[in-house]
Every structure is written in C-alpha cells, then in structure tokens.
C-alpha cells in the first residue's frame, strides 16, 4: 500500500517542450519576431522583383534604399531653424529634412485631430439623439443613412471646389468619413446596452431623460471603443485622401509629388512613416479610452 501511495502521490515529470512552441516566449518577443520577419520578407520580395525595365527604378525599393530617401524631405521645408530653402539653391540636409517631415507630418496630425473630433462629437451625438428621440429619428435618420451610403472618395473633388480654404474641406471631409461610421457604432451600442439597467433606473422613479443620460449614456461608452478606434484608422486614410487635391503640405502631398516623379523609395518611406505614425495613435487612443472607462473593468 505504501508502494501504491508512493506511485499515486509521485509528480508527473515535465513534460519537454518543443523549440518551436511560441506559448514559452513572452508577447514581446513575439512582436519582434514578426517585426523581422516583416522586414526579411520586404527585403526579400524587393530583391526579387529587382528593378522596371521601362523606368531602371527599383519596382519595390529595398530596406536601405527606402531609408536613405529620409534626405529628400528637405524638398519641403521652406527654410529657417538653420536649413536652407532647396529650391533657392542650398543642398538636402539631414536636419533640413527633420524639419521638412516635421512639418508636413503635423499638418497632417491637426488635420487629422480637427476632423476626427468634430465626426466623433457628431457621430455620437447624433445617434444618441435618434436611438432615443422618435421625432429626430424620424428627421434625421434618413438623411444620415442616405450619406452612409455616397462613396466618400469621390467627394474629395467636390470638397475641393466648395470651399477656397481647403484646409477646412480637409477637415469637414475627414469629419464626415468618422461621423458615418460612429453614428453606426452609436445606434449598435444603444441596443446592446443591458434593458434590466433602464428598467431598474426606472422602477426608482427616474424620467426617460434621466434614463438616457445618466443610464444608457455611460452604459454604451465601453461599446464604443472598437468604433473609435476604427474611425482612428480610416480617418488615417481620409487624411492622406484629402491631402492629394489643392494641399501645400502634409504626407498626401509628398506622396502626390514622388508619385509624379517616380520616387517609389520616397512613396514607401512615407508610407512606413505613417504606418508608424498611426500605430502610436492606436496605442494612445487604446490606453487614454482604457482609462476613461477604467470604471467598467
């Protein structure tokens, strides 16, 4: 019996792991992995397709070649702060292009936080007002869906023609590309919203108005931050869309430019920039809605 005891209370040896079981490497290790492993498939496929036989140019422009392109950012900055004007003579400088990216990349930023603020406090507000509000949904529920459903790309050019500031059509069409898609993500949050906490509110007396912005309104702020953060993305995308008709500055522009002038390394290295640029502002909304709605973890 102690023999049995023995055997039975033994701890089972470890079992071996094999090299390539991802579950002993930590998140972070696993994000440098496909990191590198974008970057060897880059370099790979760009060494592969090699160069255009019309152009000469590099069809996909390899790691080193995109980022040697950074100096061409000198091209726009209109000089000052110890970086002279390349179009009134003076040389590419690293600094000169420092300033060049630093400028146009926060033209594109305001651009981008004016538009996306302006359709969230919209798109929001005014699904909130239709989901509670028979009347205004009655007005506005019509409109809103018909301009769902217009392709939003091909407004740019009227934007374009509607307003001399076209800085302004910038921002009004990037609100309007966010303002669709959180009116969406407003009307779905509403109906998931718990119907036992409106009728509790309500057995304690409380009026609808209450109900709804004191109950339904904090109830459906936790709902809204995969909507959020996808209108972060396409205003991105609207941005850059923008830029491309009657812009001075900002990375559409650039990009419109190198296109004209077959800068494919110049193309990729604004892309990677505003792929980078974007990922710190999806880091940043995640971590600042966290904490806003910390109350519902």
């Not at 760009?46 to 070649?65: E, H, N, Q, Y």
Request: charged share 10%; hydrophobic share 55%; aromatic share 12%.
């Amino acid at each position: 019996m102690a023999g049995i005891r023995t055997t039975i209370g033994a701890s089972k040896p470890p079992q071996e792991r094999h090299w390539l079981d991802f579950r002993v490497l930590s998140p972070r290790s696993l994000t440098l992995i496909s990191f590198l492993s974008v970057l060897v498939i880059w370099e790979g496929v760009a060494r592969t397709l090699g160069t255009s036989k019309a152009t000469g140019a590099s069809i996909l422009p390899d790691i080193t070649t995109t980022l040697s392109a950074f100096v061409a950012y000198s091209n726009y900055w209109a000089g000052g702060l110890g970086a002279g004007d390349t179009r009134m003579g003076f040389d590419e400088t690293l600094w000169g292009a420092t300033l060049g990216l630093t400028y146009n990349l926060g033209a594109t930023l305001l651009r981008l936080v004016n538009g996306l603020a302006i359709g969230l406090v919209l798109g929001v507000g005014i699904g909130f007002l239709v989901s509670w509000s028979g009347l205004v949904r009655s007005v506005l529920a019509f409109p809103v869906h018909f301009l769902r459903m217009m392709p939003l790309l091909a407004l740019i050019p009227l934007f374009a023609m509607w307003f001399r500031d076209k800085n302004t059509g910038s921002i009004l069409f990037i609100a309007i590309a966010v303002f669709v898609l959180m009116f969406a993500a407003t009307l779905n949050a509403v109906r998931n919203v718990s119907p036992y906490q409106s009728q509790f509110a309500r057995s304690l007396g409380a009026s609808e108005l209450f109900v709804y912005f004191r109950v339904v309104f904090p109830g459906i702020l936790p709902e809204l931050r995969s909507g959020i953060l996808l209108s972060l993305g396409f205003s991105w995308n609207a941005t850059l869309a923008s830029e491309f008709l009657g812009q001075h500055n900002g990375l559409g522009v650039i990009v419109m430019n190198a296109q004209e002038f077959g800068r494919m390394d110049l193309i990729m290295l604004s892309a990677v920039i505003c792929i980078f640029s974007a990922s710190l502002s999806f880091v940043f909304a995640g971590r600042l809605f966290s904490w806003l709605v910390r109350w519902a973890e």
